[in-house]
């Protein structure tokens, strides 16, 4: 049922609607979640076995279960469902009321299921993940910036690291494809929402109660395993470990559902003459994206179920005396990993090609070349995970076959390059505030890319593997890139949500902050690897004190960057320069909406003749 | 010169392409013998040699994408006031897509040739008298015995140009084996065992780390080795008590 | 907003997040567990000496007497050492605990130690039964500079039997005592930890007290 089947839009009011939801927000949720979760622990110590082993596991396991059902009652998630079941299912008035008409502020912190109320769900959500994970970087670099453990002692360093990298790698999946799948694909398309706007709302507050399980994870035992997971030391991890565990499936069911819903969009309900090849590229990198997580995340759900058998059932999945193995979960982590890698890039690069052609005001190069890049991409992605594992002696004989896979990603990358710099070329490069971190984004990318091709190779590998040139050239491809396109994009669309521009001021000292931070404290770490410092080591030889030492202060610079970034989002958003609906003078459908965007987007949808980068004929409106 | 004259001169670009290309390649040139651990192996060698030959066919790339980014910069910049007018559409050009497209394949079917057969040479093996050792690793320790003798011990001693095949296996959860002057690395893993091969070339120590996250101390997890002198090897060989 | 303002803003924003991030990493570095140091006491020119313990619990050592979170698990009384750099040192280790089979046989061997020996019970030897350990103390890390250290002395178990003696709420019987000698090389941190498995979990048996800081590993400063 979507409200993109009400034909009129007009409405006054929903005094009528919304029925139980009146009383639901974030709030009923907690508590549900709470009380969920105290009833599941004492049904679970009432009928558990204390003596068992598993015991704490098996406890521990059902509570973050009665806490993700609690917190999807108090929330209102079961609401349309339960409805459906005893065959009273919602009226127009119901889905209006769900859709936050006339609700303010307050449908902000409700199961809303306006694309573009989630769309600024997802932006507090990334950055509260990324806050976090930001904080504990600078945990990291702080314990590093000395050997010796002088600021937090191995444990905690161990659980840091761990929680650091699956919050960055979380909070990146959902940077650009979070946001700006839902507030502007829908527009982009033509269309008046989502195609399933409940699950929308669903995905959303999943993801809340997966990140809440995941924070929860340092507050009962930690989780010193490495972001990896690797089993079989998962073995020796306390619940925090079933807490991850159950963060990981909360989070596959809220990105699958996010992917459905985006493929599903932009598949069916695009308006008419939007033809594929007239599609914003964005909508492009969104959807190649949306259809590669659907292929991935499952294997990370397989992983972390079978790592909650071994460990609530006494399975052996993972414990070789048991017959089993953590090549196991070598595997299926990576199958997961690395087309995760990007599942992360293609929203990002999509939207860099996106803001390159306004920008530059020129079409996106060679568009049809630009999309057969990135499905060639996502394509091999699948088919080169084990370069992961080329130093763990698994399969020796398949080391020739994956470096062949992995050496060819070179050329689709290659394509990117080629795309960004001839769509700008010879352009009127308008230099506002998305454009500097396009630029951050290609220099950058340059250096995640070309490091990319000495680790493919697995004479090279066996020596840089697991060191810190690892750790610095996949934080050139995340940090240095993926997040300089999660910052254009959103100085690109803020205004779109917001009406203003985001400040131009302090997002180009943030911008110079990032982009000398990075550099500083990627390049030490390079040097770090070369120089043969392995990862997730708490302490270090003092061969490596002074390059720590720099990039522990190059980390300093970026947490500087970005808490202006986080300044200039809080401060324009009531007191930034009023932009008007298309600030940028693009052609896509999201700009030829009012700002702030009515609810369902358009009065009578749009007929769609031409691709939006014909900026020479533009009509100004 | 007007702005669409200076547009069109390239002759910055190609300078700011070569100029920046003799920088990366000067630099992956100096830079793995400047900061790497000085080579004690064959596998050492090459892993240096291949870097070396990547970042001098990467550099032109990266410095093309590098200086077309500068020049666009400096000149496809709008300085006039407000909203820049649409530029010349350019939707595609054949040429230019197959010409990157070839040029980028031809260069990674050339890594890949050179990857390929570097990895050939890399697991070659001379097959000659072998020394054979068992390595075990467990939170947080490594352990050497010696195949064929009694000897155990904690810090490795090797012979100068004798190939040494480590069988490596865990006590308990998965670490990684590597030897930062050697380029080689494989898993310890619980139950089974991988094995790696190395001759070393060069008298002096080296070192041991774990490259595999394996829990509390495994930062601790390193030890150093040293690599003597056949007769030396010898002596010291037989000069261990026995243990177990 | 005006340029000017931007930038007061930015720098406030820098000053205010850098401060509260300090301020929590201050609260954060204040509330981790660190264990107060055993100082080595001096015991003439370059030597000094080391006396502690370990427990088949945690009820007489640094957890306190109503043994902190985890009574059950296994602890050494003290957790991070400090000696003085190029020094011998003479340790005395109390163990209290049973026992059994190592992971690895060898490590029932002496290493590391001058001599390569140890004294158990007065008795001087270079190995034990690898099968009746009840802990051992292994002491390796690099500072990188000078020669790593590596150093593992087996703890047999304690078969003695008779009066127990009640230290802090626990009750233990005689301890096996164990003295052996090394010397420290220069100024860094390097970790310790026991080789036993006694930590319990499915892998190696070293999950619980052997994987948590403060029970069966801690770091030896040289000064």
Same mark, same amino acid.
């Given at each position: 049922?979507s409200?993109?089947?009400?034909?009129?839009?007009?409405?006054?009011?929903?005094?009528?609607?919304?029925?139980?939801?009146?009383?639901?927000?974030?709030?009923?949720?907690?508590?549900?979640?709470?009380?969920?979760?105290?009833?599941?622990?004492?049904?679970?110590?009432?009928?558990?076995?204390?003596?068992?082993?598993?015991?704490?596991?098996?406890?521990?396991?059902?509570?973050?279960l009665?806490?993700?059902?609690?917190?999807?009652?108090?929330?209102?998630?079961?609401?349309?469902p339960?409805?459906?079941?005893?065959?009273?299912?919602?009226?127009?008035?119901?889905?209006?009321?769900?859709?936050?008409?006339?609700?303010?502020?307050?449908?902000?912190?409700?199961?809303t299921?306006?694309?573009?109320?989630?769309?600024?769900?997802?932006?507090?959500?990334?950055?509260?993940?990324?806050?976090?994970?930001?904080?504990l970087?600078?945990?990291?670099?702080?314990?590093?910036?000395?050997?010796?453990?002088?600021?937090?002692?191995?444990?905690?360093?161990?659980?840091?690291?761990?929680?650091?990298g699956?919050?960055?790698?979380?909070?990146?999946?959902?940077?650009?494809?979070?946001?700006?799948?839902?507030?502007?694909v829908p527009?982009?398309?033509?269309?008046?929402?989502?195609?399933?706007?409940?699950?929308?709302?669903?995905?959303?507050?999943?993801?809340?109660a997966?990140?809440?399980?995941?924070?929860?994870?340092?507050?009962?035992?930690?989780?010193?395993?490495?972001?990896?997971?690797?089993?079989?030391?998962?073995?020796?991890?306390?619940?925090?470990?079933?807490?991850?565990?159950m963060?990981?499936?909360?989070?596959?069911?809220?990105?699958?559902?996010?992917?459905?819903?985006?493929?599903?969009?932009?598949?069916?309900?695009?308006?008419?003459?939007?033809t594929?090849?007239?599609?914003p590229?964005?909508?492009?990198?969104?959807?190649?994206?949306?259809?590669l997580?659907?292929?991935?995340?499952?294997?990370?759900?397989?992983?972390?179920?079978?790592?909650?058998?071994?460990?609530?059932?006494?399975?052996?999945?993972y414990?070789?005396?048991?017959?089993?193995?953590?090549?196991?979960?070598?595997?299926?982590?990576w199958?997961?990993?690395?087309?995760?890698?990007?599942?992360?890039?293609?929203?990002?690069?999509?939207a860099?090609?996106?803001?390159?052609?306004?920008?530059?005001r020129?079409?996106?190069?060679?568009?049809?070349?630009?999309?057969?890049?990135?499905?060639?991409?996502?394509?091999?992605?699948?088919?080169?995970?084990?370069?992961?594992?080329?130093?763990?002696?698994?399969?020796?004989?398949?080391?020739?076959?994956?470096?062949?896979?992995?050496?060819?990603?070179?050329?689709?990358?290659?394509?990117?390059?080629?795309?960004?710099?001839?769509?700008m070329?010879?352009?009127?490069?308008?230099?506002?505030?998305?454009?500097?971190?396009?630029?951050?984004?290609?220099?950058?990318?340059?250096?995640?890319?070309?490091?990319?091709?000495?680790?493919?190779?697995?004479?090279?590998?066996?020596?840089?593997?697991?060191?810190?040139?690892?750790?610095?050239?996949?934080?050139?491809?995340?940090?240095?890139?993926?997040?300089?396109?999660?910052?254009?994009a959103?100085?690109?669309?803020?205004?779109?949500?917001?009406?203003?521009?985001?400040?131009?001021?302090?997002?180009?000292?943030?911008?110079?902050?990032?982009?000398?931070?990075?550099?500083?404290?990627?390049?030490?770490?390079?040097?770090?690897?070369?120089?043969?410092?392995?990862?997730?080591y708490?302490?270090?030889?003092?061969?490596?004190?002074?390059?720590?030492?720099?990039?522990?202060?190059?980390?300093?610079?970026?947490?500087?960057?970005?808490?202006?970034?986080?300044?200039?989002?809080?401060?324009?958003?009531k007191?930034?320069?009023?932009?008007?609906?298309?600030?940028?003078?693009?052609?896509?459908?999201?700009?030829?909406?009012?700002?702030?965007?009515?609810?369902?987007?358009?009065?009578?949808?749009?007929?769609?003749?031409?691709?939006?980068?014909?900026?020479?004929?533009?009509?100004?409106h | 010169?007007?702005?669409?004259?200076?547009?069109?001169?390239?002759?910055?670009?190609?300078?700011?392409?070569?100029?920046?290309?003799v +920088?990366?390649?000067?630099?992956?040139?100096?830079?793995?013998?400047?900061?790497?651990?000085?080579?004690?192996?064959?596998?050492?060698?090459?892993?240096?040699?291949?870097?070396?030959?990547?970042?001098?066919?990467?550099?032109?790339?990266?410095?093309?994408?590098?200086?077309?980014?500068?020049?666009?910069?400096?000149?496809?910049?709008?300085?006039?006031?407000?909203?820049?007018?649409?530029?010349?559409?350019?939707?595609?050009?054949?040429?230019? +897509?197959?010409?990157?497209?070839?040029?980028?394949? +031809?260069?990674?079917?050339?890594?890949?040739?050179?990857?390929l057969?570097?990895?050939?040479?890399?697991?070659?093996?001379?097959?000659?008298?072998?020394?054979?050792?068992? +390595?075990t690793?467990?939170?947080?320790?490594?352990?050497?015995?010696?195949?064929?003798?009694?000897?155990?011990?904690?810090?490795?001693?090797?012979p100068?140009?004798r190939?040494?095949?480590?069988?490596?296996?865990?006590?308990?959860?998965?670490?990684?084996?590597?030897?930062?002057?050697?380029?080689?690395?494989?898993?310890?893993?619980?139950?089974?065992?991988?094995?790696?091969?190395?001759?070393?070339?060069?008298?002096?120590?080296?070192?041991?780390?774990?490259?595999?996250?394996?829990?509390?101390?495994?930062?601790?997890?390193?030890?150093?080795?040293?690599?003597?002198?056949p007769?030396?090897?010898?002596?010291?060989?037989?000069?261990?008590?026995?243990?177990? | 907003?005006?340029?000017?303002?931007?930038?007061?803003?930015?720098?406030?924003?820098?000053?205010?997040?850098?401060?509260?991030?300090?301020?929590?990493?201050?609260?954060?570095?204040?509330?981790?567990?660190?264990?107060?140091?055993?100082?080595?006491?001096?015991?003439?020119?370059?030597?000094?000496?080391?006396?502690?313990?370990?427990?088949?619990?945690?009820?007489?050592?640094?957890?306190?007497?109503?043994?902190?979170?985890?009574?059950?698990?296994?602890?050494?009384?003290?957790?991070?050492?400090?000696?003085?750099?190029?020094?011998?040192?003479h340790?005395?280790?109390?163990?209290?605990?049973?026992?059994?089979?190592?992971n690895?046989?060898?490590?029932?061997?002496?290493?590391?130690?001058?001599?390569?020996?140890?004294?158990?019970?007065?008795?001087?030897v270079?190995?034990?039964?690898?099968?009746?350990?009840?802990?051992?103390?292994?002491?390796?890390?690099?500072?990188?500079?000078?020669?790593?250290?590596?150093?593992?002395?087996?703890?047999?178990?304690?078969?003695?039997?008779?009066?127990?003696?009640?230290?802090?709420?626990?009750?233990y019987?005689?301890?096996?005592?164990?003295?052996?000698?090394?010397?420290?090389?220069?100024?860094?941190?390097?970790e310790?930890?026991?080789?036993?498995?006694?930590?319990?979990?499915?892998?190696?048996?070293?999950?619980f007290?052997?994987?948590?800081?403060?029970?069966?590993?801690?770091?030896?400063?040289?000064r």
């Amino acid at each position: 049922m979507s409200t993109s089947t009400i034909e009129k839009t007009v409405h006054k009011g929903n005094a009528s609607g919304g029925g139980l939801a009146r009383r639901q927000n974030f709030l009923t949720g907690l508590v549900g979640g709470i009380i969920f979760a105290w009833l599941f622990w004492w049904i679970a110590r009432l009928v558990g076995d204390q003596s068992s082993r598993s015991f704490s596991d098996l406890t521990a396991t059902s509570v973050t279960l009665g806490w993700l059902f609690g917190f999807w009652l108090g929330i209102g998630a079961l609401n349309g469902p339960f409805r459906w079941l005893i065959g009273r299912d919602q009226t127009r008035e119901d889905q209006l009321y769900y859709a936050g008409e006339n609700l303010g502020v307050s449908r902000y912190w409700k199961f809303t299921t306006d694309h573009k109320v989630v769309g600024v769900q997802y932006i507090v959500m990334t950055m509260v993940l990324l806050g976090a994970g930001g904080i504990l970087a600078m945990a990291i670099r702080t314990n590093l910036i000395t050997p010796g453990n002088h600021f937090v002692n191995q444990q905690v360093y161990n659980s840091f690291i761990s929680m650091h990298g699956m919050l960055m790698i979380l909070g990146m999946i959902v940077a650009v494809a979070g946001p700006w799948a839902n507030f502007v694909v829908p527009i982009m398309v033509g269309a008046r929402d989502m195609a399933f706007p409940r699950l929308n709302a669903l995905s959303l507050w999943t993801l809340v109660a997966a990140a809440a399980l995941l924070l929860t994870t340092l507050a009962v035992g930690g989780l010193p395993v490495g972001w990896v997971i690797l089993a079989p030391i998962t073995n020796q991890a306390g619940v925090g470990m079933d807490f991850f565990a159950m963060a990981i499936v909360v989070f596959t069911v809220s990105t699958t559902v996010a992917g459905v819903n985006t493929l599903a969009t932009v598949v069916k309900m695009r308006t008419k003459g939007m033809t594929f090849t007239r599609l914003p590229i964005f909508v492009w990198g969104s959807i190649i994206a949306a259809a590669l997580g659907l292929y991935a995340f499952p294997y990370f759900l397989l992983a972390e179920v079978l790592q909650l058998m071994d460990r609530n059932f006494q399975t052996s999945f993972y414990v070789a005396s048991g017959g089993g193995t953590g090549w196991l979960q070598a595997n299926l982590f990576w199958m997961m990993g690395h087309p995760e890698v990007y599942v992360i890039l293609l929203p990002a690069v999509g939207a860099i090609f996106e803001i390159a052609a306004v920008m530059s005001r020129k079409p996106v190069f060679s568009y049809k070349t630009a999309v057969g890049g990135m499905v060639a991409l996502a394509g091999l992605s699948i088919l080169v995970w084990a370069h992961h594992m080329f130093t763990t002696g698994w399969a020796p004989t398949l080391g020739g076959p994956f470096m062949l896979t992995t050496e060819l990603i070179s050329i689709p990358t290659g394509i990117f390059f080629l795309v960004l710099i001839a769509t700008m070329w010879r352009g009127n490069v308008w230099f506002r505030l998305p454009t500097l971190w396009v630029y951050g984004f290609i220099f950058d990318f340059v250096i995640g890319g070309v490091t990319g091709i000495y680790l493919s190779d697995i004479p090279i590998d066996n020596q840089f593997h697991g060191t810190m040139f690892v750790t610095a050239h996949f934080h050139y491809v995340f940090a240095g890139s993926v997040l300089f396109g999660a910052v254009a994009a959103l100085a690109f669309w803020y205004p779109k949500v917001t009406g203003r521009f985001l400040n131009e001021t302090m997002g180009r000292i943030s911008f110079g902050l990032t982009f000398i931070g990075i550099q500083v404290t990627f390049i030490s770490m390079f040097l770090s690897g070369l120089k043969g410092m392995p990862r997730r080591y708490s302490s270090y030889s003092m061969l490596f004190e002074h390059t720590n030492f720099i990039t522990t202060i190059g980390g300093y610079t970026i947490m500087a960057g970005m808490l202006v970034l986080l300044a200039a989002v809080i401060t324009s958003w009531k007191h930034g320069e009023a932009s008007g609906p298309n600030p940028w003078h693009a052609n896509s459908l999201e700009w030829m909406v009012p700002t702030p965007v009515p609810l369902e987007n358009f009065d009578v949808l749009p007929v769609i003749t031409e691709d939006p980068y014909n900026f020479a004929e533009k009509v100004d409106h | 010169m007007s702005q669409s004259e200076n547009k069109k001169s390239l002759v910055g670009f190609y300078w700011t392409w070569g100029i920046l290309t003799v +920088v990366g390649v000067v630099i992956g040139l100096w830079a793995p013998g400047r900061f790497m651990p000085a080579s004690m192996s064959g596998n050492m060698h090459l892993s240096i040699l291949t870097i070396q030959v990547f970042t001098v066919c990467a550099a032109p790339v990266a410095a093309g994408i590098y200086a077309a980014t500068l020049h666009n910069i400096r000149h496809d910049r709008w300085r006039g006031e407000g909203v820049p007018p649409a530029a010349e559409a350019v939707r595609g050009n054949t040429t230019l +897509v197959s010409a990157w497209l070839i040029a980028s394949s +031809v260069l990674t079917v050339f890594l890949l040739v050179w990857g390929l057969g570097a990895l050939a040479v890399d697991n070659s093996s001379t097959g000659k008298n072998p020394l054979v050792v068992d +390595v075990t690793g467990q939170q947080w320790l490594w352990t050497f015995h010696y195949a064929g003798t009694d000897v155990n011990t904690t810090q490795l001693v090797l012979p100068e140009n004798r190939e040494v095949q480590f069988r490596i296996t865990s006590d308990d959860v998965t670490h990684g084996f590597w030897i930062a002057q050697m380029a080689v690395q494989v898993d310890a893993n619980a139950g089974v065992f991988t094995e790696i091969h190395t001759t070393p070339d060069k008298l002096g120590t080296f070192d041991i780390r774990c490259t595999q996250f394996c829990g509390l101390n495994h930062s601790s997890m390193v030890t150093t080795g040293e690599v003597v002198s056949p007769q030396n090897f010898q002596k010291w060989l037989t000069s261990q008590p026995a243990t177990i | 907003m005006n340029r000017s303002r931007s930038i007061v803003v930015a720098l406030v924003s820098i000053v205010l997040g850098g401060a509260v991030l300090a301020l929590a990493g201050f609260a954060l570095a204040s509330a981790t567990p660190h264990q107060k140091a055993l100082e080595c006491v001096s015991s003439g020119a370059n030597s000094c000496n080391l006396n502690f313990s370990v427990f088949p619990d945690s009820l007489a050592g640094e957890h306190g007497s109503d043994g902190g979170p985890h009574p059950d698990w296994v602890s050494y009384s003290n957790d991070d050492l400090v000696v003085p750099a190029n020094t011998v040192v003479h340790v005395t280790i109390d163990q209290y605990d049973s026992g059994g089979s190592l992971n690895n046989a060898y490590l029932g061997t002496v290493i590391g130690t001058i001599g390569g020996v140890a004294k158990i019970d007065g008795k001087t030897v270079t190995k034990v039964d690898p099968n009746n350990v009840g802990h051992t103390f292994t002491l390796r890390g690099m500072p990188g500079n000078g020669t790593p250290i590596l150093v593992s002395v087996p703890l047999p178990a304690d078969g003695n039997s008779g009066t127990p003696v009640t230290l802090g709420s626990g009750q233990y019987a005689k301890p096996v005592v164990v003295t052996f000698s090394f010397k420290t090389g220069s100024k860094g941190v390097y970790e310790w930890n026991c080789e036993f498995p006694c930590g319990g979990s499915r892998e190696g048996q070293f999950g619980f007290a052997m994987s948590t800081y403060g029970y069966m590993s801690g770091t030896l400063t040289v000064r």
